[in-house]
């Protein structure tokens, strides 16, 4: 079994930053892609960024290029959020999917578990 825990939410004004982490339990880590998706209130989830099983290749939604930094470190993946907007508000997931190709997964249905989640809130 799998477990994925998100921390690291909360409110931020505009131009801030916050740093998510997603903490994995379980099966070993690192042969697992990894991949942050967000869904605001009344909107379908969305991707991200997606970082490979070993590290080595990362994507981003283009509204988050250069913005946002996802990455690794073990039994963990961050998302380094600077420059928050009020449209980067949701509730946002860490997921995994199990692999041993540098696949990067943009879609929801590619990821195998799923986190909780953990509230962003930018305020205006």
């Known amino acids: 079994q799998v477990e994925l825990v998100e921390s690291g939410g909360g409110l931020v004004q505009t131009g801030g930053s916050l740093t998510l982490s997603c903490t994995k339990s379980?099966?070993?880590?690192?042969?697992?892609?990894m991949g942050w998706f967000r869904q605001a209130t009344g909107k379908e989830r969305e991707f991200v960024a997606t970082?490979?099983?070993?590290?080595?290749s990362t994507r981003y939604q283009d509204s988050v290029k250069d913005r946002f930094t996802i990455s690794r470190d073990n039994d963990k993946v961050y998302l380094q959020m600077n420059s928050l907007k009020p449209e980067d508000t949701a509730v946002y997931y860490c997921?995994?999917?199990?692999?041993?190709?540098?696949?990067?997964?943009?879609?929801?249905?590619?990821?195998?578990?799923w986190g909780q989640g953990t509230q962003v809130t930018v305020s205006s």
């Open positions: 997921a995994a999917r199990p692999t041993t190709v540098r696949t990067l997964g943009v879609t929801a249905e590619w990821y195998t578990y």
């Open positions: 379980g099966r070993t880590f690192s042969t697992y892609a």
């Open positions: 970082i490979s099983y070993n590290g080595g």
